[in-house]
């Protein structure tokens, strides 16, 4: 058996896959769970540590629709038919078959011949129940793999009477006949082999005898438990197993079983408690329009009306199939405004096999959505009456926009025009202290109802960047705004100029939304008195510190002023007369080169002498002009150390001639 926790996972996506659950709260499986399924059965350095274990892996991806799956044929398949073609254990057989089942491996139908007789022989002198299922288990799936095989069972019955007389009163089964105690989880394994029988039998098995085992299921399932939320499962009692087998292993050893015997067999099986098909319940849109077709409602609805909404309603199982047949109702649907009044009342929704939706027609209003469980025989859990906001959005008319400058003591209209809110035209206006400026227009929706948006603002926008809102109002049908100057001349400062006028309308479900500039009014204002309230600073834009600099223009010190060429040659000329007075006065005298070494080697360290002494000369130029002390040092080093080998040499040469004159 493959560790607790592997079982337990591949038990629990077992569950998922199978057609119906007793597991009430479901949620539909999303990529994460792939990702963590992928995670956890992920093989080793590219193999898996058993059959077992590769089974359960290669299940498990299957079933979830993992596309990135581990390439494993190539380390699994020689294991396959490494178990397939020698006398291995029936439990290797067995889920060496389940991989083939999956993999494809290249089995020959001679191999799937002689396991078949191999294992016919075995049923028929097993005595436990283990023995049994891992024998039928796989002669099902010979015959699902290689319908040339001869599979069927000629006593049929007698297997089918050796595996009933292991079932207890209780309706649980013992693994063998030595054992006393009985387990829930081998009375799945039990119904799951007599399925396989009665599947391979080459007549058909006594119907009594079937009878017989579904009064065994209805006494399983009064063992059944609850938790506190109202979840059922089945809990193990055998302790004398290899493992300790937990509640989610054992259920859906009970629920396999089942499932296969009910498969296989006719007629219904009464047993207490819920059970459920976990569906999942979604709308693919929460947000419906009155006047644009979306997609949905275009492949849906065939209606000719110029206004209305569609709800669609999918329903599929939690891993994304189609649910079976059933029915979908509109238990309520009222205005989040009027709670208390329904707009509909227990509608069903009607069915659409080409796209699978329950959809229902023309919801007027925003409402919110709770659907119904069908009271048929077959009840689908979908965690019970669900609560769906729906939103309907439109285009709401704007008509009869005016704008008027009124006298303020009489209130006759000085100035009025017309505004087109869906254009791009501009007014032009002018008032003083003393009149009024009065905007007004109306919003209706597509149907032809008052709308009342959640913001409609007029904004006055001074030159100077100041701005001043105002919320607009509304009575009846007509929204009003009327801006007295006289009593505003203090919260606009007294600035007297030109301001924007600017209109805002918008609302959540108002798809035409805008912010409408719709010109401007010259104000003539009076002087602000000593003490009336300043203007505030203009708000600096915060991303103007990230705008460009002003350039920065560097002044540079003049040069001083210098001699003409001609005189600095001149001076030149002047500090050279030294040098040329030495080069004479050394002719003059007459230089004595006699000494100097005719012979090749000696010339050469004579010349390297005179050059080093030069260098040294240089050096000091070059400390007086640039070099530092210590550069200087380091460079006198290097010279000394020259001058004293190539000065050695020269010396001795020199001692060496003048001991030869002496001598001669």
Same mark, same amino acid.
């Given at each position: 058996?493959?560790?607790?926790?592997?079982?337990?996972?591949?038990?629990?996506?077992?569950?998922?896959?199978?057609?119906?659950?007793?597991?009430?709260?479901?949620?539909?499986?999303?990529?994460?769970?792939?990702?963590?399924?992928?995670?956890?059965?992920?093989?080793?350095?590219?193999?898996?540590?058993?059959?077992?274990?590769?089974?359960?892996?290669?299940?498990?991806?299957?079933?979830?629709?993992?596309?990135?799956?581990?390439?494993?044929?190539?380390?699994?398949?020689?294991?396959?038919?490494?178990?397939?073609?020698?006398?291995?254990?029936?439990?290797?057989?067995?889920?060496?078959?389940? $991989?083939?089942?999956?993999?494809?491996?290249?089995?020959?139908?001679?191999?799937?011949?002689?396991?078949?007789?191999?294992?016919?022989?075995?049923?028929?002198?097993?005595?436990?129940?283990?023995?049994?299922?891992?024998?039928?288990?796989?002669?099902?799936?010979?015959?699902?793999?290689?319908?040339?095989?001869?599979?069927?069972?000629?006593?049929?019955?007698?297997?089918?009477?050796?595996?009933?007389?292991?079932?207890?009163?209780?309706?649980?089964?013992?693994?063998?006949?030595?054992?006393?105690?009985?387990?829930?989880?081998?009375?799945?394994?039990?119904?799951?082999?007599?399925?396989?029988?009665?599947?391979?039998?080459?007549?058909?098995?006594?119907?009594?005898?079937?009878?017989?085992?579904?009064?065994?299921?209805?006494?399983?399932?009064?063992?059944?438990?609850?938790?506190?939320?109202?979840?059922?499962?089945?809990?193990?009692?055998?302790?004398?197993?290899?493992?300790?087998?937990?509640?989610?292993?054992?259920?859906?050893?009970?629920?396999?079983?089942?499932?296969?015997?009910?498969?296989?067999?006719?007629?219904?099986?009464? $047993?207490?408690?819920?059970?459920?098909?976990?569906?999942?319940?979604?709308?693919?849109?929460?947000?419906?329009?009155?006047?644009?077709?979306?997609?949905?409602?275009?492949?849906?609805?065939?209606?000719?009306?110029?206004?209305?909404?569609?709800?669609?309603?999918?329903?599929?199982?939690?891993?994304?199939?189609?649910?079976?047949?059933?029915?979908?109702?509109?238990?309520?649907?009222?205005?989040?405004?009027?709670?208390?009044?329904?707009?509909?009342?227990?509608?069903?929704?009607?069915?659409?096999?080409?796209?699978?939706?329950?959809?229902?027609?023309?919801?007027?209003?925003?409402?919110?959505?709770?659907?119904?469980?069908?009271?048929?025989?077959?009840?689908?859990?979908?965690?019970?009456?669900?609560?769906?906001?729906?939103?309907?959005?439109?285009?709401?008319?704007?008509?009869?926009?005016?704008?008027?400058?009124?006298?303020?003591?009489?209130?006759?209209?000085?100035?009025?025009?017309?505004?087109?809110?869906?254009?791009?035209?501009?007014?032009?206006?002018?008032?003083?202290?003393?009149?009024?400026?009065?905007?007004?227009?109306?919003?209706?929706?597509?149907?032809?109802?008052?709308?009342?948006?959640?913001?409609?603002?007029?904004?006055?926008?001074?030159?100077?960047?100041?701005?001043?809102?105002?919320?607009?109002?509304?009575?009846?049908?007509?929204?009003?705004?009327?801006?007295?100057?006289?009593?505003?001349?203090?919260?606009?400062?007294?600035?007297?100029?030109?301001?924007?006028?600017?209109?805002?309308?918008?609302?959540?479900?108002?798809? %035409?939304?805008?912010?409408?500039?719709?010109?401007?009014?010259?104000?003539?204002?009076?002087?602000?008195?000593?003490?009336?309230?300043?203007?505030?600073?203009?708000?600096?834009?915060?991303?103007?510190?990230?705008?460009?600099?002003?350039?920065?223009?560097?002044?540079?010190?003049?040069?001083?002023?210098?001699?003409?060429?001609?005189?600095?040659?001149?001076?030149?000329?002047?500090?050279?007369?030294?040098?040329?007075?030495?080069?004479?006065?050394?002719?003059?005298?007459?230089?004595?080169?006699? %000494?100097?070494?005719?012979?090749?080697?000696?010339?050469?360290?004579?010349?390297?002498?005179?050059?080093?002494?030069?260098?040294?000369?240089?050096?000091?130029?070059?400390?007086?002009?640039?070099?530092?002390?210590?550069?200087?040092?380091?460079?006198?080093?290097?010279?000394?150390?020259?001058?004293?080998?190539?000065?050695?040499?020269?010396?001795?040469?020199?001692?060496?001639?003048?001991?030869?004159?002496?001598?001669?």
């Amino acid at each position: 058996m493959a560790t607790n926790a592997v079982g337990a996972a591949f038990a629990f996506l077992l569950l998922l896959l199978l057609p119906f659950s007793i597991c009430r709260t479901v949620h539909p499986i999303s990529d994460s769970h792939r990702s963590a399924a992928s995670d956890l059965f992920a093989p080793t350095d590219g193999s898996f540590s058993s059959l077992e274990d590769a089974y359960e892996a290669l299940r498990v991806f299957e079933i979830l629709a993992i596309e990135k799956k581990p390439p494993v044929s190539t380390a699994t398949c020689p294991k396959v038919l490494q178990n397939l073609g020698s006398s291995s254990p029936l439990k290797d057989l067995f889920y060496a078959l389940k $991989v083939n089942a999956i993999l494809k491996c290249n089995v020959g139908g001679e191999v799937f011949k002689d396991i078949a007789s191999r294992l016919k022989a075995t049923v028929s002198d097993a005595s436990t129940l283990l023995d049994i299922y891992y024998s039928i288990g796989s002669l099902v799936l010979i015959k699902d793999q290689d319908s040339n095989v001869d599979v069927l069972l000629a006593d049929a019955d007698g297997i089918f009477q050796s595996i009933k007389a292991l079932s207890q009163s209780d309706g649980r089964w013992r693994y063998s006949s030595n054992n006393p105690e009985s387990s829930t989880y081998a009375a799945g394994l039990a119904l799951e082999a007599l399925a396989g029988v009665i599947s391979l039998a080459s007549s058909e098995i006594d119907q009594t005898k079937v009878s017989i085992v579904k009064n065994d299921i209805v006494k399983l399932f009064d063992s059944i438990e609850k938790y506190d939320d109202g979840t059922f499962y089945f809990d193990e009692k055998f302790v004398g197993g290899p493992e300790h087998l937990g509640s989610l292993s054992t259920t859906a050893s009970v629920v396999r079983g089942v499932t296969a015997f009910t498969a296989v067999t006719s007629g219904k099986i009464n $047993v207490s408690g819920v059970i459920s098909i976990p569906l999942i319940l979604s709308l693919p849109e929460t947000v419906y329009s009155l006047t644009k077709k979306g997609q949905l409602k275009q492949h849906l609805v065939l209606s000719a009306k110029q206004f209305y909404v569609s709800v669609a309603v999918r329903v599929n199982t939690v891993l994304g199939s189609a649910a079976p047949p059933l029915t979908v109702k509109l238990v309520r649907a009222f205005s989040t405004g009027a709670k208390d009044s329904a707009v509909i009342d227990s509608k069903e929704l009607q069915y659409n096999e080409k796209s699978g939706f329950h959809f229902l027609d023309s919801i007027p209003k925003n409402v919110d959505i709770l659907l119904h469980e069908s009271d048929s025989e077959k009840v689908y859990a979908t965690g019970g009456q669900i609560h769906v906001p729906i939103y309907v959005t439109g285009i709401i008319k704007v008509g009869n926009a005016e704008i008027a400058v009124l006298d303020s003591d009489l209130g006759s209209i000085e100035t009025q025009k017309t505004l087109d809110l869906a254009g791009n035209d501009a007014v032009s206006l002018s008032a003083n202290h003393l009149q009024k400026l009065r905007l007004s227009f109306q919003l209706e929706s597509p149907h032809g109802h008052v709308f009342k948006p959640h913001q409609a603002f007029l904004k006055l926008k001074h030159e100077t960047k100041i701005e001043h809102i105002f919320l607009v109002g509304n009575s009846g049908k007509k929204f009003e705004i009327i801006l007295d100057f006289l009593g505003l001349v203090e919260k606009l400062y007294y600035l007297s100029g030109k301001y924007d006028i600017e209109l805002t309308v918008g609302d959540a479900v108002m798809e %035409n939304s805008f912010l409408r500039l719709l010109g401007h009014v010259e104000l003539d204002l009076p002087e602000a008195p000593e003490k009336a309230a300043r203007p505030p600073v203009p708000p600096v834009d915060p991303y103007s510190r990230y705008g460009p600099k002003a350039e920065i223009t560097h002044l540079f010190r003049a040069p001083e002023k210098r001699p003409p060429q001609q005189l600095s040659l001149a001076f030149l000329g002047v500090t050279l007369l030294p040098f040329i007075g030495f080069l004479v006065g050394l002719l003059r005298l007459g230089v004595n080169l006699k %000494n100097f070494p005719g012979s090749t080697v000696p010339a050469t360290f004579a010349i390297l002498f005179h050059l080093g002494i030069a260098a040294v000369l240089l050096l000091y130029v070059l400390f007086w002009l640039k070099l530092d002390l210590f550069t200087t040092l380091k460079t006198f080093g290097l010279l000394g150390a020259f001058l004293m080998f190539v000065g050695h040499r020269i010396l001795s040469h020199l001692a060496l001639t003048s001991a030869k004159v002496k001598s001669a």
